[in-house]
């Protein structure tokens, strides 16, 4: 049986009574820097890049599992790489079929595992910081430590929270403004 | 000259192209938590009392000027004490004088400060935790160190960025759904 597609078209009246779709004024849309665009994937791909090196850096010094703080970077570098690899994929995916990610769930989920993630590893990069100063400025105790790979690791986890925050803020905004 | 009432009505429609106010869907209004209620109040009160008892408890030690974290925990507890206690002011001027707080520069201005401020004393936090942790799990040197006092301001301090981030979000929230 085959009816005729005007006879569809009533039905599109009521969408405007109901906010699921953005209504007005919503400027974000094509911002460069929203998942499943150009700007989201580089910066996955920066998030992953830079937690690569710290985690490959804080690993190759053999007595960081001596410092809770230095193991919980680790973890916390390994947990990035994962989310930050995973959304990358999702990217590179929704580009290469030109889908659009903005759809009110997978927002949210974005938004909240950048929150979560961004926590963790902004948290991991500063107890690492503060460790790094003890050992360095305070204690004076560098010769008998790896502070170059210590401090390297911090600086590389400060630097993939950087490249998270936007993607966050970003993804709230967006989950905020529809 | 009267002109009728109705003669008004077709200038009320262009305003749905302008974004200016909330056009639809926005739910944040008047949720508890948001400046200018008793529930940002009571948030600011706690984030003021938290930090206020960190910065105490910490100044009370005669040796944390002696660790790098411990000084920058001191400095990011007076800052979070002096904002928060503006905004309480602030707050209690709204509540007092019944009005609403939600315009876009001060909404605008709330988020940014409680973004940083955030940042600062969770770093502080974080970064105060990765040295007890230390000296306490790591070297087990708490007897000649005030392990209880630097465990207790850490403990606050990370009271004082839970407080605040119901605080952060509802603003931006607020901020992007205008």
Chains 1, 2 share one sequence.
């Not at 699921?20 to 665009?37: A, I, R, Y």
């Not at 680790?74 to 590179?92: E, G, K, N, P, R």
């Not at 769930?105 to 590893?121: E, K, M, P």
């Not at 790896?146 to 970003?170: K, N, Q, R, V």
């Amino acid at each position: 049986m085959f009816a005729s597609r005007p006879a569809v078209h009533p039905v599109e009246a009521p969408p405007p009574t109901d906010p699921v779709e953005q209504p007005t004024g919503v400027l974000m849309k094509d911002l460069p820097g929203m998942p499943g665009t150009a700007g989201g994937l580089a910066l996955r791909l920066a998030q992953f890049a830079f937690a690569g090196v710290a985690l490959g850096v804080m690993a190759s010094t053999n007595d960081f599992p001596s410092v809770s703080a230095f193991c919980y970077l680790v973890a916390a570098t390994i947990l990035q790489c994962l989310w930050s690899f995973s959304l990358a994929i999702v990217d590179i995916y929704a580009l290469l079929v030109k889908r659009c990610l903005r759809n009110r769930r997978a927002v949210c989920l974005f938004a909240i595992g950048d929150g979560i993630t961004a926590a963790l590893i902004f948290g991991a990069a500063c107890s690492s910081a503060g460790i790094t100063v003890l050992i360095d400025n305070d204690l004076n105790i560098c010769a008998e430590n790896h502070c170059g790979s210590f401090e390297t690791a911090t600086a590389m986890a400060f630097m993939s929270w950087f490249a998270l925050t936007p993607s966050f803020l970003l993804n709230f905004w967006s989950m905020a403004s529809r």
